[in-house]
């Protein structure tokens, strides 16, 4: 297997997650808030930012690098909320 081949490879499983996240918000199965939501979208992104080194695309990676930004902060907002509640439980 070229490293080409793995990089598509790595891509493709990148947009499955993201495809799987939005799917799952669409059905009400999971929350925009969590953090999994957020990790599903961050580890996606990641991989698709990977395939784009081998098959450049200048728009791709602004905005793989933009969805990666707003999943950690996504993430961040997610487990100070998740805090904030558990201290109020206290």
Known sequence: ??????????????????????????????????????????????????SLFYHWNLASVIIEIAWIIISIAGIFRSLKRQRAVGQLDA
């Open 1 to 50: 297997m070229t490293i080409g081949i793995f990089a598509d490879i790595v891509g493709i499983v990148g947009v499955t997650l993201i495809l799987i996240a939005y799917f799952l918000l669409q059905f009400e199965k999971m929350n925009s808030n969590s953090v999994s939501y957020s990790m599903l979208n961050l580890v996606g992104a990641a991989m698709i930012l990977y």
